[in-house]
C-alpha cells in the first residue's frame, strides 16, 4: 500500500484530482509511458508483503530491483527508458519517492 509520495505533483495526479501527468522539470515522462506509470503505481498500492511486491513486479515484467545509491529496501522499477520509479518499502507501506531521469543503462 503506497503511504506516502515525496513529490506533491505525483501525488495529485496519483489521487486522480490532476489528469496529464505531473510536468514538473524532474519529471518529464513520455507520454507513452504515462499509462505504464499508473499501473505500477496500481500494483505497488494493493501488494501487502514483499513477496507479493516480488511476484507482481515479475509477473508484469517491470524491471524492478534495488536501488543502490539509497541502501536497503529502497527500490527501483523501470517506466520507460532511462525513467524510473523509486519507493522505500518495508514491511507492507510504500512510500514513493518519484520520477527520477538517468543516463545510467542497468
Not at 484530482?17 to 504515462?34: G, R, S, W
Given at each position: 500500500?503506497?503511504?506516502?509520495f515525496?513529490?506533491?505533483?505525483?501525488?495529485?495526479?496519483?489521487?486522480?484530482?490532476?489528469?496529464?501527468?505531473?510536468?514538473?522539470?524532474?519529471?518529464?515522462?513520455?507520454?507513452?509511458?504515462?499509462?505504464?506509470?499508473?499501473?505500477?503505481?496500481?500494483?505497488?498500492?494493493?501488494?501487502?508483503?514483499?513477496?507479493?511486491?516480488?511476484?507482481?513486479f515479475?509477473?508484469?515484467?517491470?524491471?524492478?530491483?534495488?536501488?543502490?545509491?539509497?541502501?536497503?529496501?529502497?527500490?527501483?522499477?523501470?517506466?520507460?527508458?532511462?525513467?524510473?520509479?523509486?519507493?522505500?518499502?518495508?514491511?507492507?507501506?510504500?512510500?514513493?519517492?518519484?520520477?527520477?531521469?538517468?543516463?545510467?543503462?542497468?
Amino acid at each position: 500500500m503506497i503511504r506516502s509520495f515525496k513529490t506533491k505533483a505525483l501525488k495529485v495526479w496519483w489521487e486522480g484530482t490532476q489528469e496529464e501527468p505531473p510536468k514538473d522539470k524532474a519529471m518529464k515522462l513520455p507520454q507513452k509511458a504515462v499509462k505504464k506509470l499508473k499501473a505500477i503505481l496500481k500494483s505497488l498500492n494493493t501488494v501487502r508483503s514483499f513477496e507479493e511486491l516480488k511476484d507482481t513486479f515479475s509477473a508484469n515484467s517491470y524491471s524492478f530491483q534495488k536501488y543502490k545509491e539509497r541502501g536497503s529496501d529502497w527500490w527501483e522499477i523501470r517506466v520507460s527508458g532511462n525513467y524510473r520509479l523509486l519507493f522505500h518499502f518495508n514491511s507492507a507501506t510504500a512510500d514513493v519517492t518519484g520520477i527520477e531521469y538517468t543516463d545510467e543503462t542497468h
